[in-house]
């Protein structure tokens, strides 16, 4: 079945950087758009960064504009997100996330890992 | 960015109750919607796609409408394990945008 594992998450200063990672398996993953979620503690879901199913073309929050970057390794089943510039306001569990359709740029999201928990604190 | 907004935000059931959310979209977004369900300390899950087609495992008592700009998630007779919180999300555009969520609490 569809597993996303993800990884790289921690205590980060303000202003630092931080590089998430996740592993899929259980799917054709160069077949499907992924995400990156994220949630602030009792807070909300914000879709902060999107990649297409080849890498063509990728969306961000504007919350997060140049600062953060996404990518993808079809040949290794690979997502990654890295954060630069960190703020307080970055705190949250980021969850990797699958699209339901394939071969699109974003739609519903059908498979959640089970989150990173990303902490920026001085 | 198209703006979602839920109401309410939260709602004071019983088990047995019908329960209806609401998600308006800032403008137009077809039947491009979805629905999740999210319980404390767990990931979302995909309840509803498309405005009104259930997911795969989903109970029948889960059940969506609309098109546009109104949208609603009905829980005909709410169950012990529906207590949760629940958030639409809109892909009308790639820049995909969630409403805020509504906590449904036991009365």
């Known amino acids: 079945q569809v597993q996303l594992v993800e990884s790289g998450g921690g205590v980060v200063q303000p202003g630092r950087s931080l590089r998430l990672s996740c592993a899929a398996s259980?799917?054709?993953?160069?077949?499907?758009?992924m995400h990156w979620v994220r949630q602030a503690p009792g807070q909300g879901l914000e879709r902060v960064a999107g990649?297409?199913?080849?890498?063509?073309?990728?969306?961000?929050a504007d919350s997060v504009k140049g600062r953060f970057t996404l990518s993808r390794d079809n040949s290794k089943n690979t997502l990654s997100l890295q954060m630069d510039s960190l703020r307080a306001e970055d705190t949250a569990v980021y969850y990797c996330?699958?699209?339901?359709?394939?071969f699109g740029s974003g739609s519903s999201l059908h498979s959640w890992g089970r989150g990173t928990l990303v902490t920026v604190s001085s | 960015d198209i703006q979602m907004t839920q109401s309410p935000s939260t709602l004071s059931a019983s088990v047995g109750d019908r329960v209806t959310i609401t998600c308006r979209a800032s403008?137009?977004?077809?039947?491009?919607l979805a629905w999740y369900q999210q319980k404390p300390g767990k990931a979302p899950k995909l309840l509803i796609y498309?405005?009104?087609s259930l997911e795969g495992g989903v109970p029948s008592r889960f059940s969506g409408s609309g098109s546009g700009t109104e949208f609603t998630l009905t829980i005909s007779s709410l169950q012990p394990d529906d207590f949760a919180t629940y958030y639409c999300?809109?892909?009308?555009?790639?820049?995909?945008?969630f409403g805020g969520g509504t906590k449904v609490e036991i009365k």
């Open positions: 996330v699958r699209d339901k359709i394939t």
């Open positions: 259980g799917f054709i993953f160069s077949s499907y758009a």
């Open positions: 990649i297409s199913y080849d890498g063509s073309n990728k969306y961000y």
């Open positions: 403008q137009s977004i077809n039947s491009w």
């Open positions: 498309k405005a009104s």
């Open positions: 999300q809109q892909y009308n555009t790639y820049l995909l945008t």
